[in-house]
């Protein structure tokens, strides 16, 4: 009973200390825009860019965007525009975690490691970005002139784009088996259906999630940038090109619309990782 | 081959195993085990004592050779469920509770709900770890993990139980605890136990008899009885004749190999 608050209070203590770095990151980061746009503006340096409050806002007027009613009203119906596209695009991914027993027979092209897949993390991340950056816009015409719904068409493309880390590494947790563990599974007599599904399948899952978390952003990414050719103006990729337009008059619309779809990047991750949280009941090192 | 063959579980004749390597691991084998003993494969790295193991549980198959299990092949015997094993690492799935990593091989063989719990808290009685029924495996030690395993091997009541240097990883103390348990469930299970260790004393503490392995080809340098008295207790320990034997292995454990020990291969233990 005492260990187990002992724990609670160890992760209590965690959490605090990981909102408190989140809260400095962001305090930082603050300090950094407002101190550059100070010095560059006292000093009237020009070089790479004058700064005035149209290029760079004061930060506080582009939260106070927020709550103008051009924005408002609409972000929330746009969030909505994106949110749907977005979650269209990755349930059937997740849902398909393409298990037959052919595949999981192969040998392994990468060498099966937990920290090396947590670790290029990022570099996929990056690597995706600017391949659907590059890939999504014909994506989207192509459907649009066969007739598909430009909703329709930018959830096929945040699909499309989640698929392949998904699928990837899904095949490789699917032999990320402990060869023991399969040679228990063998002791069984177990058939290769069971060793799939006791073993392969269940040890498989965290792979499922890193693709997951890398695809929750990536699927926002693609979301947006799919709106612009399908032409929907009342999603967050027409606001963003939008507010370009009129980034001379009103700047801070353009950089509020830029946060939103930071944050609702950062959402869609977390809920992905809060339902890794709850569906894998792991040892803690096993969290990225 | 003196014995009738019925009363033996286990007879390996003649088995050879090289690897494509072109390392040999074992050499013209040959063994028999009687139902009850508890068998100690001992010997230094690389005399194939694990590939032993593997192929009396049909994991791997000889090159030569055949092995026998309760009349069967071993590729039979494995179908029907003769075999519990148990690795140097727990092996658990830390995806299951501590209960239901028990019940996995139960799962195989179809038993009822009802049928399962009943056994998998005998299970846990068994090695002590009631109450832990929900836990998950990663909370707990090395030594009550390695317990899981043993109750997990057990649950099923196989008439062989194939063990791969089983505390290896543990530390002294937590050992020679679950040598006397182990000790302790054998008595009440009543099942045939074959045994890999590096560790001389616990070989001799545990077993009914000692084979004593060399490498390079991997091959039996000899057989030693262990005439202790059973049950074993804490006191075995100071026994003089616990002395003896544990010198009679040491010594044909150095007969066995002649000096080449340092080098004996890296390439069995992969396996």
């Known amino acids: ?288 | 081959m003196t014995e009738p063959a019925a009363a033996n579980v286990v007879e390996i004749e003649g088995v050879s195993k090289s690897f494509r390597t072109g390392v040999t691991a074992l050499q013209e084998v040959a063994l028999d085990i009687r139902a009850g003993e508890f068998i100690s494969l001992i010997g230094p790295s690389g005399c194939g004592k694990s590939t032993l193991l593997r192929i009396v549980g049909d994991l791997i198959q000889p090159t030569s050779g055949s092995v026998t299990v309760n009349g069967k092949t071993a590729h039979q015997a494995r179908l029907d469920h003769d075999y519990g094993i148990v690795f140097q690492d727990a092996v658990l799935y830390d995806w299951r509770t501590v209960a239901r990593n028990v019940s996995l091989p139960l799962e195989m063989l179809g038993w009822d709900r009802a049928r399962r719990r009943a056994r998998v808290a005998e299970m846990l009685e068994l090695v002590e770890l009631t109450g832990f029924e929900s836990s998950r495996p990663w909370q707990l030690s090395g030594g009550m993990q390695q317990r899981v395993s043993i109750a997990r091997a057990l649950s099923f009541d196989p008439p062989l139980l194939l063990m791969d240097e089983p505390f290896g990883a543990l530390d002294e103390m937590t050992r020679e605890r679950l040598n006397m348990e182990l000790l302790r469930i054998w008595d009440k299970a009543g099942s045939t136990v074959v045994f890999v260790t590096h560790s001389i004393p616990e070989a001799v503490f545990l077993s009914t008899r000692v084979v004593v392995m060399s490498a390079r080809p991997g091959r039996i340098a000899g057989v030693v009885d262990v005439d202790l008295e059973q049950p074993r207790t804490i006191d075995t320990r100071e026994d003089a004749r616990f002395f003896e034997l544990i010198t009679t292995v040491r010594e044909t454990l150095a007969a066995g190999h002649g000096g080449d020990a340092s080098r004996a291969g890296a390439a069995e233990e992969r396996f």
């Open chain 1, 1 to 288: 009973m005492t260990a187990k608050t002992a724990a609670l209070d160890d992760r209590t203590t965690s959490f605090l200390r990981r909102a408190a770095t989140v809260l400095l990151v962001i305090c930082a980061l603050w300090g950094l825009w407002e101190g550059y746009k100070w010095l560059w503006e006292t000093a009237g340096w020009t070089w790479p860019f004058a700064v005035n409050s149209t290029t760079m806002p004061h930060l506080h007027d582009v939260v106070a965007a927020f709550w103008q009613p051009t924005t408002t009203i609409g972000a929330i119906a746009r969030i909505g525009t994106v949110c749907e596209a977005t979650m269209y695009g990755m349930i059937p991914r997740s849902r398909k975690r393409d298990c037959d027993s052919t595949t999981a027979r192969r040998k392994p092209i990468v060498p099966p490691s937990r920290k090396p897949a947590r670790a290029s993390l990022p570099v996929n991340q990056a690597a995706f970005s600017s391949e659907r950056i590059r890939g999504g816009p014909p994506v989207v015409v192509g459907l649009g002139s066969k007739g598909v719904a430009g909703w329709k068409a930018v959830a096929i493309l945040a699909a499309y784009l989640t698929f392949f880390p998904v699928a990837i590494n899904t095949l490789r947790g699917l032999h990320s088996v402990d060869p023991r563990a399969v040679e228990l599974m063998h002791s069984y007599a177990a058939t290769r259906w069971r060793v799939l599904w006791r073993l392969r399948v269940p040890s498989s899952v965290p792979y499922i999630f890193t693709a997951l978390k890398i695809s929750a952003t990536a699927s926002v990414i693609g979301a947006i940038i799919g709106e612009t050719p399908a032409s929907i103006q009342s999603g967050l990729g027409g606001a963003i090109v939008n507010f370009n337009q009129y980034y001379a008059l009103e700047p801070t619309f353009l950089w509020a619309t830029n946060v939103v779809c930071a944050i609702l990047g950062i959402i869609f991750y977390l809920a992905v990782a809060g339902t890794e949280r709850l569906v894998l009941r792991r040892a803690p090192e096993h969290f990225a």
